[in-house]
């Protein structure tokens, strides 16, 4: 044992010194360069792969829903998109195809037989039943996880605005990518993003949807269209602005928030630092589209991307 011991420290000596020999040889690449363009929330990062060639990442911002106003790209954004060499999303085709079947493990009835509205005062039940009181699927909805609810909540308070996901440019991205027959790689796995539907315990969830209900009684609701004026405009001040401004807002007083925020942002930008790197180590031509709000702040992949001396600062 005590040889064999040896025999891997010899080893893992040798393999570091031939590492540092082989690296001496190598020049020292420049960092990236990243550039806004004229085009709404769309980058490109410019680097050199491990072989000192050209390498390109392009980064689509996106907002997950939308409506006609959204379309058409600009031709530059769409010859970006089909002439990549691989295609990137927070998901990839793959489980974007699977997405109808795992969801079903979310919206079904919380494992403790819970109810959401034994939880609410009177107000808020009030504001509940303004989007689902008379839907059919009322019982099933109210004995969902509080996060699912708020979710599904979401999505019925844009579509008054007239915004829908089928109008978001992911649908159109995704739909894009199967046309030319090509996949889509993913930066999350499935699995992880599901796990935030049941984040925390049921009190941290009531209190997320509560002040949610209360937000919508008080008509902050149009904070989301400002957020996507901003969005359409390509003003980006503004659009980090409302986002900043929603997330400094919905401060929760329970231990699971911090938690909560860091694995929703955070923890997703950091692990997709990762990822960039090695598409730009591997050369030719990226194209990532996911949502804009990871792209910008001081938490931001780009920001990231910065302090890990991957691109200029």
Partial sequence: MRNQKKNFTRLFLTTVFFVFVSCASVPVREKARVTKTPHRMFWRIDGTDLKGRSSTVYVQGTIHIGDDRLLPLDDEVIAAFDSSDRIVAECSSRDYNRMGFYSL?????????????????????????????????????????????????????????????????????????????????????????L???????????????????????????????????????????????????????????????????????LDRNTDWVKDIKKYLDAGGTTFIFTGAAHWLGEESVFELLKADGVIEK
């Fill in 195 to 265: 796990k935030l539907f049941s984040f925390g315990d049921y009190e941290f969830q009531i209190a997320v949807l509560k002040y949610f209900l209360t937000g919508l009684s008080e008509g902050e609701s149009e904070q989301f269209i400002d957020m996507y004026e901003a969005y359409l405009d390509d003003d980006l001040e503004v659009f980090l602005e409302e986002a900043e401004k929603e997330s400094e807002e919905d401060k929760i007083d329970s231990p699971y928030y911090e938690q909560y925020e860091k694995a929703m942002m």
């Fill in 105 to 193: 493990r979310i919206v079904r009835p919380n494992e403790d037989g819970k109810v959401v509205t034994d939880y609410l005062n009177d107000a808020e039940i009030i504001e509940l039943n303004e989007y689902i009181g008379g839907e059919p699927g009322y019982e099933n909805l109210i004995r969902m996880n509080p996060l699912v609810l708020e979710s599904y909540l979401t999505v019925k308070v844009a579509s008054e605005f007239g915004l829908d996901s089928e109008s978001g440019l992911d649908m159109f991205f995704y739909d894009r990518a199967r046309k030319n027959g090509k996949s889509v790689e993913g930066l999350d796995e499935l699995e992880e993003q």
